[in-house]
């Protein structure tokens, strides 16, 4: 079945720590992104690519990075400089002038 | 700047009722709209899009939205509500740069149904 996967479904870390989510698709599209989701406070873009080796800041990427080394694959990293990084975060990918499609999520969580 | 309002946080119908979310946007030129649906603890699910033509969309799972340009509005209907549908509703409107979309999200609309 074609789709996005995203591991693990839920990560704790301590404070101090770097934590990097994965993100992977099958679906052969050109486009993935990254979302950060806050309960009452809709999706907001963390980072996107639209090609392997390039992506661009979104609306909230400090103390966020992201590598796009195949096609397939989009990690994120929360690094120790996000302030807030308890949220769920969601990855998506694209074909050009279509719709995103939606991978299940990572609830992360700092202790 | 691109922007798009949903004015009602949450919304309770009954099982069997219609149903209309509302969802006003902001931008530079014609959108693309979007409604994609959330269960909780889950990814997004789209259930319909606008780009261009007929100003009434067809979705998934008999909803339906309308474009009104004039209005600047893009909300969602179904005539009769399922207690499935029980979910949170969010609204998004974009346009492309290269390859990507580049997406604003509404703060969501959650739905309860009440049986």
């Known amino acids: 079945d074609g789709g996005i996967t995203q591991s693990p479904k839920y990560l704790f870390r301590k404070e101090g720590q770097n934590v990097t989510l994965s993100c992977e698709q099958n679906?052969?599209?050109?486009?993935m992104y990254w979302y950060r989701q806050d309960p009452g406070q809709g999706l907001r873009l963390i980072y996107y690519?639209?090609?392997?080796?390039?992506?661009q800041k979104g609306d909230i990427a400090e103390g966020y990075s992201v590598s796009r080394e195949k096609k397939e694959s989009f990690p994120l990293t929360v690094t120790s400089a996000q302030k807030n990084p308890t949220a769920f975060y969601l990855c998506?990918?694209?074909?050009?002038?279509?719709?995103?499609?939606f991978g299940p999520g990572t609830r992360l969580t700092v202790l | 700047a691109q922007s798009v309002t949903q004015p009602d946080i949450h919304i309770t119908v009954s099982e069997g009722a219609s149903l209309e979310l509302r969802c006003n946007y902001s931008?530079?030129?014609?959108?693309?709209l979007f409604w994609y649906v959330q269960s909780p603890g889950q990814g997004l699910q789209l259930l319909l899009k606008?780009?261009?033509?007929?100003?009434l969309v067809q979705g998934i799972k008999g909803f339906e939205a309308e474009f009104k340009r004039s209005q600047s509005s893009f909300n969602l209907r179904k005539p009769s509500v399922h207690w499935s549908d029980a979910a949170e509703y969010f609204c998004?409107?974009?346009?492309?740069?290269?390859?990507?979309?580049?997406?604003?999200f509404g703060t969501g609309t959650r739905l309860q149904v009440t049986l």
């Open positions: 998506a990918s694209s074909l050009v002038y279509n719709e995103q499609f």
């Open positions: 679906l052969n599209h050109d486009a």
């Open positions: 690519s639209q090609i392997v080796n390039d992506f």
């Open positions: 931008y530079g030129a014609t959108p693309y």
């Open positions: 606008y780009f261009s033509g007929d100003t």
């Open positions: 998004a409107v974009g346009g492309y740069t290269g390859t990507a979309s580049k997406l604003t």
